[in-house]
């Protein structure tokens, strides 16, 4: 199990890969809150996908995101390094998704 800091340190890093080039213009236009709960930590993310970027990034309560993610501290570190991608963890079921049909489809331009 990861701890609280190597999940806000992950969290940076998957913002920063959401940002890098190919993958910001296919997330161009898009403008959602998205939120990650980390399960095993009880830990839950906020922050705002637009524009190609993902920041506004905090740990706190607030309402419910437009997008949500569940997942455990330890696939959180490895979707950060490479070592997952998010298609095979949402499909293993190591990821959930909520998100409605459009932004899904959107998404899966990021798998």
């Given at each position: 199990m ?24 296919r ?21 705002h ?15 419910p995101a ?40 959107r ?5």
């Amino acid at each position: 199990m990861a701890t609280a800091d190597e999940c806000k340190v992950a969290i940076g890093q998957l913002a920063a890969r959401f940002s890098r080039g190919d993958q910001a213009k296919r997330n161009e236009g898009m403008d959602r809150t998205v939120s990650a709960m980390i399960t095993d930590l009880g830990l839950l993310f906020h922050g705002h996908m637009h524009d190609g970027v993902l920041d506004d990034i905090t740990l706190d309560e607030a309402p419910p995101a437009q997008i949500r993610l569940t997942m455990s501290s330890d696939d959180l570190l490895a979707l950060a390094s490479g070592e997952l991608s998010l298609g095979s963890a949402w499909l293993g079921g190591r990821l959930k998704v909520h998100a409605s049909f459009p932004d899904m489809l959107r998404l899966r331009s990021m798998v």
